[in-house]
């Protein structure tokens, strides 16, 4: 596991959903929370009500510690690493750049009547 900050500079509070292949996490900005390790990308996707979202993708990077064991503990004890996701790391904090303006996407339609319409 690796506790994690998230941050949404200038547009607080925001709620974020963290996403990789082990778990999806919830954390309200500015904010820390503790993610389960992988070897693949952080998905972080960040809402304000009222405001546009924004999504930003985290790679996770191999551990120095990992080359260590592959030289002191073997295939093995690499293998348990990779599989367990200690191998990898993320960084420690994580800015997402949410657009705090209005939400400017179409509004709904509404819905029109034809006044010439006849009723049955």
Do not use: H
Request: with cysteine; charged share 15%; net charge positive.
């Amino acid at each position: 596991n690796q506790s994690l900050s998230v941050n949404t500079p200038g547009c607080t509070p925001a709620n974020c959903q963290l996403t990789n292949t082990k778990g999806s996490w919830f954390v309200t900005t500015p904010g820390s929370v503790v993610v389960r390790r992988a070897y693949g990308n952080l998905t972080v996707a960040c809402t304000k009500e009222g405001y546009l979202p924004a999504t930003t993708t985290v790679a996770s990077s191999t551990k120095a510690m990992a080359f260590g064991n592959i030289l002191l503990g073997g295939v093995i004890g690499a293998g348990v690493d990779i599989g367990t996701g200690a191998a990898y790391d993320y960084p420690e904090i994580i800015s997402v750049a949410l657009a705090c303006g209005p939400d400017v996407r179409a509004p709904k339609p509404t819905r029109r009547y034809n006044r010439y319409a006849t009723r049955a």
